[in-house]
């Protein structure tokens, strides 16, 4: 049932207000806090440096390392010989080796751009490049960490469950990989990030012909094995495993009513506090199959490893930050492709907790299409006659970077953005405090598949947060409790210049 409240209300004596400022505000709102007593470290402000994060070698976050084993060799070799997103038939036996195959080619570098301040890029979105969810997988019986810089295997000495031992492997997200200045948003980040990889490691699923189920985070998951791999278990997210195969009978274990049991919403310190709440968060669902997430059956002959090689955020020349667009109209094709992949359904897990995702289309320039706001329904664009004549301009000023000569933020020449939200007071009324964190991983679900489906028609897909939310809300006439998750610009790539070095191998 719609919520009849009217939303969180505002912070005071604040100017602009984005999603690290109203993060608090929202979560109070989901869990039923009317008038919620604001942390004293928001008010603060104290929340610490923006800068990026020093790197830090996985070997030194793991509780017990062994000596490192090599990085499985020719991870791309099938992915330059297939098509996207076609299946190689038929399918190869499931053991322990293919998952750890899969799972290293998800996490691989594909390439450095040396005048671009973040380096690696993967075939998938991360925010700053921080890379926060880490892989692990099962090798004979036994949990070893993946990492992607050195391309090296990790044994961890932690023994798996013996419903793993075949083959597995679990994501966690590592809260301070994210800059302290972000808050308690590096909780919804975490979990966009957990929803974009599971989106390609189900796509990538198809092109190593392997299986998986996935099995969300649910009661008593401190005490499994994957909980026991990281030094500092208490700054880790609560993991997703995979594993190998597709079982007949789903798992019934650990699953428990849903718990909407709050107690205290803040304490006094931000890490501690999104540590608290957001490790709270399970999913008591039953495994169930990991989809392919793949929503197209052809896209002209490109290869697997092209696709991934080219998706991309879009590239500033001159090692300068934000993002460039070419002011070129997309065709009426290209946005319902990328319809098509932001509608393909997200794991059951996780979906039956964010049914209340609505997608919206900000469109300026699209032939076909009238300029304006559209929601995106059943993969057709329908023209919201409520907008403000002014809804684009309004859109585009909400972009809080703004842009000056060191920072080209093109979203107000972008031809379309796609714009994500939720209301997670219902959310959490129907299905218990973690799914607040489901529509967040179901957001980073949608957010791959439109970052894949504009790569396969060589288009830029740029996923963005740092949006004001007063004018957001205003542009597209939204509901008072409707949260805005993610905004996605599409648009052609602009000139950019610059060399960029081949990774794969």
């Not at 049932?1 to 009217?6: F, I, V």
């Not at 989106?199 to 985070?217: D, F, G, M, N, Q």
């Amino acid at each position: 049932m719609p919520s009849t409240s009217s939303g969180p209300g505002w912070l005071p004596q604040r100017g602009r207000q984005g999603a690290i400022d109203r993060e608090t505000l929202w979560y109070d709102y989901a869990v039923g806090v009317e008038s919620p007593d604001l942390p004293p470290w928001l008010l603060r402000g104290d929340s610490g440096d923006p800068a990026q994060p020093a790197p830090v070698a996985v070997a030194d976050l793991l509780a017990t390392p062994g000596a490192p084993k090599p990085w499985p060799r020719g991870l791309w070799s099938s992915a330059r010989l297939t098509s996207f997103p076609q299946q190689p038939s038929p399918l190869e036996p499931t053991n322990g080796d293919a998952v750890l195959r899969l799972a290293a080619h998800a996490v691989a570098p594909v390439r450095r751009d040396p005048d671009d301040p973040y380096n690696d890029h993967r075939a998938y979105a991360s925010p700053r490049c921080a890379f926060p969810v880490h892989l692990s997988v099962v090798i004979h019986g036994e949990w070893h960490a993946l990492d992607p810089d050195r391309r090296l295997v990790i044994p961890t000495g932690v023994r798996a469950d013996p419903a793993h031992a075949r083959g597995a492997m679990a994501l966690s997200g590592r809260w301070d990989r994210i800059p302290s200045a972000y808050g308690w948003f590096r909780g919804s980040l975490v979990a966009i990030e957990t929803g974009i990889l599971l989106r390609h490691l189900a796509a990538l699923s198809r092109l190593h012909a392997t299986p998986v189920t996935l099995e969300p985070p649910r009661t008593g998951w401190e005490d499994q094995a994957p909980a026991r791999l990281w030094r500092d278990p208490s700054g880790w997210s609560p993991p997703y495993v995979l594993t190998a195969g597709d079982p007949t009978a789903k798992r019934e274990d650990h699953i428990t009513p849903w718990d909407l049991a709050v107690g205290a919403v803040h304490d006094d310190d931000a890490a501690t506090d999104l540590a608290r709440i957001y490790r709270s968060h399970t999913l008591n669902t039953a495994a169930g199959p990991l989809p392919t997430g793949v929503a197209e059956t052809s896209t002209g002959g490109d290869s697997w490893s092209q696709v991934l090689w080219r998706r991309s955020a879009g590239r500033m020349p001159r090692g300068l930050y934000g993002f460039r667009v070419a002011e070129t109209a997309l065709t009426l094709d290209d946005a319902q492709a990328v319809a098509r992949w932001a509608g393909s359904a997200a794991p059951p897990t996780v979906a039956s907790a964010t049914d209340g995702l609505r997608l919206y289309a900000v469109v300026r320039n699209v032939e076909g299409l009238t300029p304006g706001v559209h929601e995106i329904i059943n993969d057709r664009f329908v023209h919201r006659s409520t907008a403000p004549q002014n809804a684009l301009d309004r859109f585009a000023s909400a972009y809080l970077y703004g842009s000056d000569p060191s920072s080209g933020n093109d979203i107000a020449r972008a031809p379309l953005v796609l714009v994500v939200t939720s209301q997670p007071r219902d959310a959490v009324t129907q299905f218990g405090i973690g799914a607040w964190t489901a529509t967040q991983v179901a957001t980073g679900w949608l957010t791959h598949g439109v970052s894949l489906g504009a790569a396969a028609r060589h288009l830029v897909a740029r996923p963005v947060r740092a949006l004001d939310e007063r004018d957001v809300a205003d542009a597209l006439a939204l509901h008072d409790d409707e949260m805005v998750g993610l905004a996605i610009v599409i648009s052609h790539h602009a000139p950019h210049g610059g060399l960029q070095i081949d990774l794969r191998s």
